[in-house]
């Protein structure tokens, strides 16, 4: 499997993140699935997901950026490679090759999420990839080598839950100011303005983008941009019969220039182009 973009790295082999809202996109290329966390998790845990059975259709699937991070397994068990990569929160597109023989698993964190579990920055993961070994994580190489070695999905996914569950008491603490920011944008859909966050979690405007970029990854402008063009792509495709200029005024956009010049930083992609 290939990377092309800003994940590509002649030293990471193997390098791929897929994000929830995408799959609509893929489906037809691999069998792809997403599995709810155990109900104490889901403070942190998006989900869990799998794709196995790539089918090679000659078009190159491609990966948005959602605000969200992951830990993504990678096995071929024919040819006994096993790779466990922390991928970081990504500000455009990126492409995938695929690798036939290719199983996949995915814990999707939350924004905000990956930080109780690390005390890395989550900034410093920004549009990277790195192998899970090399990062201060709650994730040890017990569990690195046991996820590979199950039977089954049913037995990955039991297994993940239980040892995230026994260290609940081990997380880091959470920055809830900034996760109640993160909930703010994200209902607004990207719409808000950003200093009204900030004075609704009581924090000025230097010391909000600081912990807010430390906490996600991103800036809060970033964070909101991808927020409303995720919403923005949803209602492109659920309306399909709306002009551009329409979906523009919905969200927030100046006109519907500003809405392509988006949708082709985040998705490579007009929005004509993403109704398909």
């Known amino acids: 499997m290939q990377i092309r973009g800003i994940f590509a790295d002649n030293n990471l082999r193997y390098s791929f993140n897929l994000r929830a809202f995408i799959f609509l996109y893929l489906c037809a290329m691999y069998h792809y699935q997403e599995y709810n966390p155990d109900i104490r998790l889901t403070t942190w845990v998006a989900n869990y997901w799998t794709s196995t059975d790539f089918v090679d259709t ?70 990277r990839a790195v192998d899970l070994a090399l990062v201060e ?82 800036s809060p402008k970033m964070f909101a941009k991808i927020s409303r063009f995720k919403h923005a792509l949803r209602y492109l495709k659920t309306e399909p019969h709306k002009d551009l200029l329409t979906v523009a005024v919905v969200y927030g956009y100046y006109d519907h220039s500003h809405l392509i010049k988006d949708f082709k930083t985040f998705s490579g992609d007009a929005p004509t182009d993403l109704r398909k």
């Open 137 to 218: 994580t709650l994730f040890n190489q017990s569990f690195r080598e046991t996820i590979p070695e199950k039977k089954s999905i049913s037995e990955i996914i039991s297994y993940t839950d239980d040892y995230l569950i026994n260290h609940l008491s081990r997380l880091y603490q959470s920055d809830r100011q900034i996760i109640r920011a993160v909930d703010l944008i994200n209902r607004a859909k990207g719409q808000i303005p950003l200093a009204e966050v900030a004075s609704d979690v009581c924090l000025c405007q230097r010391h909000f983008e600081r912990r807010f970029k430390a906490t996600i990854g991103v």
């Open 58 to 127: 000659g078009d190159t699937p491609k990966v948005f950026p959602d605000g969200c991070t992951d830990i993504i397994f990678m096995i071929d068990k024919t040819k006994g490679i096993a790779y466990a990569g922390l991928f970081g929160t990504i500000t455009t597109f990126i492409e995938v090759v695929y690798t036939e023989g290719m199983q996949m698993f995915g814990i999707r964190f939350k924004p905000a999420g990956i930080a109780a579990f690390t005390r890395l920055p989550v900034n410093e993961l920004t549009d």
